[in-house]
Each structure stands twice: as structure tokens, then as C-alpha cells.
């Protein structure tokens, strides 16, 4: 059986901090996570270190600069969808005031009604990523085991 990483947890500092996690849940589906973690850095320069303004100013061309960086994934739609994402996290954050006054928004609610906003709002965002996420920012998540029994429901 394979062994799965489970990955840290840590309420980010700032707005760049969660669309970082959003990024990384983004690009993780399909992926290993040793083969994200390795190529993270290159995210990280690739992707104006998650400024969010920065990235939803990206153009055409900077897709096209990205496809061709071989320090990060080259998955086109991934690219583009993180673009995407920059910009709803730019309308997010215009509203609440910060990416974390967000997510305060959905305090109380249950579990899977967070899980399936967070897959609505957000390109390439699933199940496990929108759990990733949740879990990866110290967010309130049902115990791994217990979701997985849900999703088979």
C-alpha cells in the first residue's frame, strides 16, 4: 500500500497565503505530492509569489512564458485556471476585506456545504483539493477517514 503525506498545517499570514493553497491544491490532482513540493519554488517565482493582483494582471503572453517554464507543472488549463482563481480571489477579498474574513463567512456552516462553495467558486477545484485546502490552512475538516466514508455515500 502506498504511504500518503500528510500535509502540514498553517493559518497563512496574509491574502497571497491562501490563494498559495489554492494553487497548490489546484496543481496537486493528478500529481504526487513529492513531485509538487519538488517544483514548489519554481510556483512560487512562476506565479509572482502568489500576489494576487500580479497574477490576475497575467496575459496570453505570460500563459505562454509559463508553458514553457519547466520549474513548474506546464498543465495549460491548470495555468490558465490560476489566473482564473487570482481573480476571484481579487472579488473575494474586495468584499470580506481579506481571503480569511471569507472564509469566516462560512463559519457554522457544515463541512460539505464549505467543500462544495470552495468546488463552486474555484477553477479546478474538486472534492479532494477543496479538502486539501481546507485542511492545509487549520480550517475546521471532518477526520480523513470519516470524509472519505461520506463521498461514498
Request: proline letters at 5%; hydrophobic letters at 40%; aromatic letters at 16%.
Amino acid at each position: 500500500m502506498a504511504e500518503y503525506e500528510i500535509p502540514p498545517r498553517a493559518v497563512p499570514e496574509n491574502d497571497a497565503g491562501y490563494f498559495e493553497k489554492i494553487t497548490q491544491a489546484v496543481f496537486q490532482a493528478g500529481f504526487s505530492w513529492q513531485v509538487i513540493r519538488n517544483k514548489w519554488p519554481g510556483f512560487q517565482r512562476a506565479f509572482a509569489n502568489f500576489d494576487i493582483d500580479a497574477v490576475a494582471a497575467f496575459t496570453a503572453e505570460d500563459v505562454e512564458r509559463l508553458l514553457e517554464d519547466k520549474g513548474i507543472v506546464r498543465n495549460g488549463r491548470k495555468i490558465e485556471a490560476t489566473i482564473s482563481n487570482a481573480h476571484i480571489c481579487q472579488e473575494l477579498v474586495g468584499e470580506y476585506g481579506s481571503f480569511a474574513a471569507y472564509l469566516r463567512s462560512m463559519d457554522g456552516q457544515p463541512y460539505a456545504k464549505r467543500e462544495k462553495t470552495l468546488c463552486k467558486q474555484f477553477k479546478f477545484m474538486g472534492p479532494m483539493g477543496a479538502y486539501f485546502f481546507h485542511w492545509s490552512v487549520g480550517e475546521d475538516v471532518p477526520e480523513y477517514h470519516e470524509w472519505q466514508a461520506s463521498r461514498q455515500k
